[in-house]
């Protein structure tokens, strides 16, 4: 038997459901196709390594975030760029801090790479404070600190002035996880500041907005000294010629990014609603999901059994759940089954 490194021996890598189900409601993809009649690939010629550089896909991120292409570099989805600052900034041993709960894949990297992971607990409404992330900065000295804005799971926006604070009371790189600024009216963002600051970062994707979770494509904005650091350690053409391409076509469609965005935001308010009308607590939600609290006794085990998926959580997160908001037809079959699940248990006591 082949023993792994130490820090992978009691590794719990990131949980994906393995089963398909009739509604799938757990991952936050999009509902909404950005290229409702396919694509049509031409000239691809997928016998040639792909542009290393992606530099007509930067060009049009370029266009879109307003920010010159040679402070961009792009990735299999914005995970695969997480990792490369873990790899690229963080020694073993050297401390990495986070919120929690936030994006689990911050924890995982850490453990991969030998660095120690310290997480910053919430409030009990789940909103996130920055004196107390700054304090755990002094006294943990930390190499980097990832921000999730808006939250995942919670969908709680830090404000920019909040962002801001942290930079300038840490020497940390500070990396700004903006995966779902797109479900945001964008004044939170810190795509504008990247060159104020020589310890910021910032992630988008376009697995949640762009709908393009099946093709892996993120990028990270950051100063020059940052951006040609991390392309000395990234792999050689890593992202595939595919990918560029259908990137490339999907920042031609911001306006219909935008109506679906703006559609996605509406049935959020509207499951909301329900939700509430149902017993739920809603927490404040920036994202194309929701963060609820229900003491519904095994409501996720139930909701499976009738074909729908949801997040769940454990330890003290037991009774909390994402729900990514689906179509209205979606939507409306999750609230019917929550009621009936609802009449089941008001008829068994």
């Excluded at 300038?168 to 600024?181: G, H, I, K, W």
């Excluded at 060159?195 to 100063?223: C, D, E, H, P, Q």
């Excluded at 609603?273 to 006794?297: A, C, H, M, W």
């Amino acid at each position: 038997m082949m023993i792994p490194k130490n820090s992978i021996q009691s590794l719990k890598g990131y949980q994906v459901s393995d089963m398909k189900y009739e509604i799938q409601l757990d991952a936050n993809e999009s509902k909404n196709f950005l290229f409702p009649n396919g694509i049509v690939v031409n000239d691809l010629e997928i016998n040639l390594y792909p542009d290393n550089q992606a530099n007509v896909l930067r060009a049009e991120i370029s266009k879109y975030i307003g920010v010159d292409s040679k402070y961009i570099i792009e990735g299999n989805g914005s995970s695969e760029l997480l990792e490369l600052l873990v790899k690229t900034y963080v020694d073993k041993n050297e401390v990495i801090l986070s919120f929690e709960p936030s994006f689990s894949m911050y924890k995982i990297y850490s453990q991969i790479y030998s660095t120690s992971y310290i997480g910053v607990p919430s409030n009990k409404d789940f909103s996130l404070d920055i004196n107390l992330m700054i304090e755990y900065a002094k006294k943990n000295n930390p190499k980097l600190i990832f921000i999730c804005t808006p939250n995942n799971p919670t969908g709680y926006l830090i404000p920019k002035e909040d962002i801001i604070k942290l930079l300038e009371n840490t020497n940390a790189l500070v990396a700004v996880d903006e995966a779902y600024m797109e479900f945001t009216n964008g004044s939170s963002s810190m795509v504008n500041e990247f060159n104020r600051y020589k310890n910021l970062v910032i992630l988008r994707t376009m697995s949640k907005a762009f709908g393009l979770a099946g093709i892996r494509l993120g990028y990270l904005i950051a100063n020059f000294e940052i951006i040609n650091t991390l392309n000395k350690v990234k792999s050689p053409y890593h992202l595939n010629a595919l990918s560029q391409y259908v990137g490339i076509q999907a920042f031609q469609r911001k306006d219909l990014v935008q109506k679906n965005v703006s559609e996605v935001m509406k049935r959020r308010d509207l499951l909301e609603i329900e939700l509430s009308k149902l017993g739920f607590v809603i927490y404040p939600s920036f994202g194309n999901f929701l963060f609820v609290y229900s003491d519904i006794k095994n409501l996720l085990e139930r909701l499976k059994r009738r074909g729908i998926l949801i997040r769940g959580f454990s330890n003290e997160l037991s009774s909390y759940y994402r729900i990514t908001i689906g179509t209205k037809e979606e939507n409306e079959v999750l609230v019917n089954q929550l009621k009936e699940i609802i009449h089941e248990n008001i008829n068994n006591n």
